[in-house]
């Protein structure tokens, strides 16, 4: 069974960082992909940022792109997120997730919620002005 458990979350400042943690148990993860996604009240589930576990390679939208940075830590079976310079509008829900990945890369689905199996139950991520 494949647990994400996010922590890290907080009340911070425009302009401070934080950084969030998605421990992962249950497999191992070496064909997964994994992603951080928010929610926003009243908002969709956005994607942010993915990365593939084997190789490191990432992917970000375009809205995080130069401030937050997502990576893994192979032997600690967790994945982070660091959030720097943020925003009022970075305020939301922040979630992990993943899914399993046959082939090579990222694919083409990587920013879709339905395509992620796996996910854990979310870190409050609070910016005030």
């Known amino acids: 069974q494949v647990q994400l458990v996010e922590t890290g979350g907080g009340l911070v400042q425009a302009g401070d960082s934080l950084r969030l943690s998605c421990a992962a148990s249950g497999r191992t993860f070496s064909n997964y992909v994994m992603g951080w996604f928010r929610q926003a009240p009243g908002e969709e589930r956005e994607f942010i940022a993915a990365?593939?576990?084997?190789?490191?390679?990432?992917v970000y939208t375009d809205s995080v792109k130069g401030r937050f940075t997502i990576s893994r830590d192979n032997a600690k079976n967790t994945m982070y997120l660091q959030m720097n310079s943020l925003k009022p509008e970075d305020t939301a829900v922040y979630y992990c997730?993943?899914?399993?990945?046959?082939?090579?890369?990222?694919?083409?689905?990587?920013?879709?919620?339905?395509?992620?199996?796996?996910w854990g139950q979310g870190t409050q991520v609070s910016v005030s002005s």
């Open positions: 997730a993943a899914y399993r990945r046959s082939f090579s890369g990222l694919g083409n689905n990587y920013y879709r919620t339905s395509e992620y199996d796996y």
């Open positions: 990365i593939r576990w084997s190789d490191g390679s990432t």
